[in-house]
């Protein structure tokens, strides 16, 4: 079982930056790839970045790749999604999700409950 919880959301200007933060329990945090996703009001939840278990393969949309850059320090059992020259279209509420693979899918094992991005223009 692990359980995320997610922290670092909050109102920034365009062009602004975030580092969000995905702390996990459980001794098995290595075992498991971690990726960020994102929900819009009215949109479908979105793929945004993923990280594998070691953090030597991460992967991103297109949307927000020479934006966002995802990292993970496997002793504080934390994956981080720094965010900058942030757009109004990236306002979201972000998600991570771990599972036991070498990368995150659209169904991952386990979601956290979410931290809310807003960009304002």
């Known amino acids: 079982q692990v359980q995320l919880l997610e922290s670092g959301g909050g109102l920034v200007q365009t062009g602004g930056s975030l580092r969000l933060s995905c702390a996990a329990s459980?001794?098995?945090?290595?075992?498991?790839?971690i990726g960020w996703f994102r929900q819009a009001p009215v949109k479908k939840r979105e793929f945004v970045a993923a990280v594998s278990r070691s953090g030597d393969s991460t992967y991103y949309a297109d949307s927000v790749k020479g934006r966002f850059t995802i990292s993970r320090d496997n002793a504080k059992n934390t994956v981080y999604l720094q965010m900058n020259s942030l757009k109004p279209e990236d306002t979201a509420v972000y998600y991570c999700?771990?599972?036991?693979?070498?990368?995150?899918?659209?169904?991952?094992?386990?979601w956290g409950q979410g931290t809310q991005v807003t960009v304002s223009s």
């Open positions: 459980g001794r098995t945090f290595s075992s498991y790839a």
């Open positions: 999700a771990a599972q036991s693979h070498s990368t995150v899918s659209d169904t991952p094992d386990y």
